[in-house]
């Protein structure tokens, strides 16, 4: 119980420090510049001895360490800088999002006029629509098919090296 109180404490913690940090909008270095040249520099100056510590208590460590420190690292974006990052990033999700939602329309259903859908079905509505929009028969673009499947059908089994007797003397055989 002991060993999860404390994780669980840290955590808590690390919460509150959130709170606090967004509330009062704290400068906090980026994710690249802490986990870049300030976890290199900690761990040059320090060596491996400090990372006993894991996960969030560990980024921590790094915060404390840039503050300590903020003169060697580029300085933090100041609270408009932030809130324009902030802006640029939702609108770039924004666009994301509906780049994604205009494929979803897109994506899933591929015209194949040979492919035979359940009548009714959402499927063979847009395979119709396709079909007239294109201007194809979708009855000929299916003989047409099912012709070329039997070509290469009758073309595989040309290529095949049976030789017939030994096929009826199985049938004998097995009589």
Known sequence: ???????????????????IRSKYDVPIPDHNTLWGPVFADMVSQYGSRR??????????????????NRIKYPKP?????????????????????ERLRSM?????????????????????????????????????????AKEAQMEAMKELVRDLHIDISDVVDAQEGAS
Request: hydrophobic share 25%.
């Open 104 to 144: 979803e329309v897109r994506q899933p259903y591929q015209f194949d006029p040979t492919k035979v859908y359940r009548r009714g079905s959402w499927e063979e509505y847009f395979q119709l629509t396709e079909a007239r929009e294109r201007g194809i028969d979708l009855e000929s673009a299916r003989r047409m």
């Open 51 to 68: 990372f006993d510590k894991t996960g969030m208590a560990f980024e921590e460590e790094l915060i404390s360490y840039w503050r300590k």
């Open 77 to 97: 974006l100041t609270k408009q800088e932030r809130q324009q990052e902030r802006k640029k990033e939702e609108k770039r999700r924004k666009q994301e999002a």
């Open 1 to 19: 119980m002991a060993r999860c109180s404390e994780s669980l404490k840290i955590e808590e913690t690390i919460k509150k420090k959130e709170t």
